[in-house]
């Protein structure tokens, strides 16, 4: 026992010490079975199968051949491969593990792993962790890579005092999941991550001597979610960081080879882009390679199909019944790319593959289908309910009327604006009883001399006086209006309080009655909910705090009443148009936010609109003149009660007692 002085005994700490010591070395074995190490190497499907039984515990379908393929060509040509295949059949765990077999065969000594967010890169660290740790052949055929790993059970804090028995040097080996780092033993290989929706520039790893090791291989797992998938601005940033953060990884004038994995969620999004790149070696792998005879365009086929699933959904015995006599018509012709990956499914209900499918696919609907499943989704121009365009809204133009000329058929003229930090849009129409509307004007109130409302690196109180004078400015030109609004609709919910003040001090001399309003979207609007009064069609009053009394109205909703409106002739009972000139930039802002399509989501409706970068605030004011308009009960006529025309507020006389 070691002792700090002759004859004296150790102190705690000494023997912590001996106990740290004497329980840190490793034992350097050699390999267990070194010919089948140097086979099976020179396989990777077959290293793979044997090592990570654990993990790939199906049988390889040919997509997953493709991908092994695909990616072992980029790592030895130093060029790109991009897979796009169906969540669930394996395709990223099947890079994890490719990952591992290039490193561990000293064939890669620094891949990066770069998904979207830390969560996942998280996921795939540890699944390294748990193959290096506590997969008993992998131990045994490399145990110069596995015995620090295996010897701590994969606790990260034990492995820096680690030493190997022989040598007593220090192991060298790292277990850093949460910064995204895995070193082996003498720093053999490491393996980096960070995430694509993070900063993965300057991934470097300093080796005890000095030197500095960079990436000499990249997978990107994922490299978008919905919301960028479904905005042009989002997707550019997202390419730009694979062309040039990414892609700058590596040694200066070294290839770097990058493995790219996901779906396609909409069509042109960052999956779609890189697939159709010729410097990258795309796999577009789809659910069903084949559909049956006869179910394109829904051909009688596809009407077995449609059969099936009523007789399904209302009782599976019968569906599966429906299907054994019916099977040969409904599957002629078809095939899966992964059937494997569905034969766990397979059940009394679901008597094979094909059948699981058919459920898949009639569950999540035909425009999901194609997109999650076959990787081909739908344009937006394909998904929508109408084809709404910028010309076509432009056309809406009657060229014999002015602006702020009234038409004779409007009994009603309502002003809406839509605040904004850059300024107010604002919209003046006119309607009759069936819901005629005509634009009479529309325009922008900004600072004097053209510059933003509010400027965004000022106090509040800075901005809530700018956005008063703004209010009170676009109160006095729409006043002064030849065909002055009886009503004025005011968004409220962007600086309500500011809107409140002023609609109870100035906007009382404008000469409209004003109403603070406050747009939800379909999921957020709850019809009635603290109504004041009798609610109307999809809007109702109510009180909110710190703003008063105001019109909640189903943005949504009145989105596609408006939208829809465009497609009527000029003048036409439902229809809407524009003055004479030309209307490109109030067509271009009603266009970028177009509708796409409508479902019933639990009992009610959801809307999906595709939103296009830029401005599209005189859509939002259009759309609240007409929530406005149903408040004063002119509506669709969706059988909701209606009420008095709207009346310009009297003049207040004031009695006072002496």
């Known amino acids: 026992m070691p002792t700090r002085h002759t004859g004296q005994p150790a102190s705690v700490a000494d023997r912590v010490a001996a106990h740290v010591a004497r329980h840190s070395l490793v034992e350097r074995k050699a390999c267990a079975d070194a010919k089948r190490r140097a086979r099976l190497e020179r396989s990777p499907e077959k290293w793979l199968a044997w090592y990570l039984y654990r993990t790939y515990t199906r049988k390889f379908d040919d997509p997953h051949r493709e991908i092994i393929a695909g990616a072992i060509k980029a790592h030895e040509t130093g060029g790109r491969f991009v897979v796009a295949a169906e969540r669930g059949v394996g395709k990223s765990v099947l890079l994890y593990g490719l990952i591992l077999y290039l490193s561990m065969t000293g064939r890669r000594r620094f891949p990066v792993y770069l998904p979207w967010s830390q969560t996942v890169m998280r996921r795939g660290f540890q699944f390294w962790r748990g193959a290096l740790s506590f997969n008993e052949r992998l131990l045994a055929d490399y145990p110069e890579i596995c015995a620090p790993f295996a010897y701590c059970r994969g606790v990260a804090q034990k492995m820096a005092a680690l030493r190997w028995s022989d040598t007593e040097t220090p192991c060298g080996a790292a277990l850093q999941i949460t910064d995204g780092l895995i070193v082996f033993p003498d720093t053999m290989a490491v393996i980096g991550g960070s995430s694509v929706n993070g900063n993965p520039r300057g991934l470097n790893y300093p080796q005890p001597d000095g030197t500095v090791i960079r990436p000499d291989l990249a997978l990107i797992d994922d490299p978008q979610d919905r919301a960028t998938a479904r905005s042009e601005t989002m997707i550019n940033a997202a390419c730009e960081t694979i062309d040039n953060d990414i892609s700058g990884l590596g040694t200066a004038g070294a290839g770097l080879p990058i493995l790219m994995s996901g779906n396609c969620i909409a069509d042109g999004d960052v999956m779609a882009r890189y697939l159709a790149l010729p410097t990258w070696r795309p796999l577009r792998v789809s659910c069903v390679m084949r559909w049956p005879d006869g179910w394109a365009e829904k051909g009688p086929t596809w009407k077995l199909w449609s059969e099936w699933w009523s007789l399904f959904h209302a009782d599976p015995k019968d569906g599966a019944r429906y299907y054994r006599v019916n099977r040969k018509a409904m599957t002629a012709g078809m095939a899966l790319s992964a059937p494997h990956a569905y034969r766990a499914q397979v059940s009394r209900e679901l008597p094979d593959v094909y059948c699981v499918a058919m459920r898949q696919y009639w569950q999540m609907g035909h425009a999901a289908f194609l997109a999650e499943r076959q990787q081909t989704p739908l344009s937006p121009e394909s998904l929508a309910p109408f084809a709404l365009t910028v010309p076509l ?72 006086g700018r956005l008063f004078d703004a209010l009170v400015r676009a109160g006095e030109a729409l006043g002064a209006c030849a065909s002055r609004p009886s009503v004025w609709g005011i968004d409220a919910g962007y600086m309500g309080p500011i809107v409140r003040r002023y609609a109870d001090t100035a906007g009382r001399k404008c000469g409209m009655q004003i109403i603070l309003c406050r747009g939800m979207d379909g999921r957020r609007y709850r019809p009635g909910f603290r109504a004041v009064g009798q609610p109307r069609e999809q809007c109702h009053l109510t009180d909110w705090p710190l703003i008063g009394r105001g019109l909640a109205w189903n943005s949504d909703y009145w989105k596609e009443i408006m939208q829809r409106a465009w497609l009527g002739e000029i003048g036409k009972p439902g229809s809407i148009s524009l003055f004479a000139g030309n209307h490109r930039d109030y067509a271009e802002q009603i266009w970028r936010e177009r509708l796409l399509g409508k479902e019933i989501v639990a009992g009610a409706p959801v809307w999906v609109y595709a939103r296009q970068p830029g401005r599209h605030d005189y859509g939002d004011a259009t759309a609240q003149g007409y929530a406005v308009a149903a408040y004063g009960g002119i509506g669709t006529g969706a059988g909701l009660p209606c009420v008095s025309r709207y009346a310009r507020p009297r003049d207040r006389v004031t009695v006072i007692s002496i």
Not at 422 to 448: E, F, H, K, R
Not at 455 to 462: F, I, N, Q, R, V
């Open 393 to 464: 809204i432009m056309s809406r133009a009657d060229e014999s009327r002015q602006p702020h000329e009234r038409p004779g058929w409007v009994n009603t003229v309502v002003a809406s604006t839509d605040i904004n930090d850059y300024g107010l849009s604002s919209v003046i129409i006119g309607l009759d009883n069936q819901q005629t509307v005509a634009c009479m004007w529309y325009g922008m109130i900004t600072a004097p001399g053209g510059g933003p409302v509010m400027l965004p690196d000022t106090s509040e109180a800075d901005k809530a």
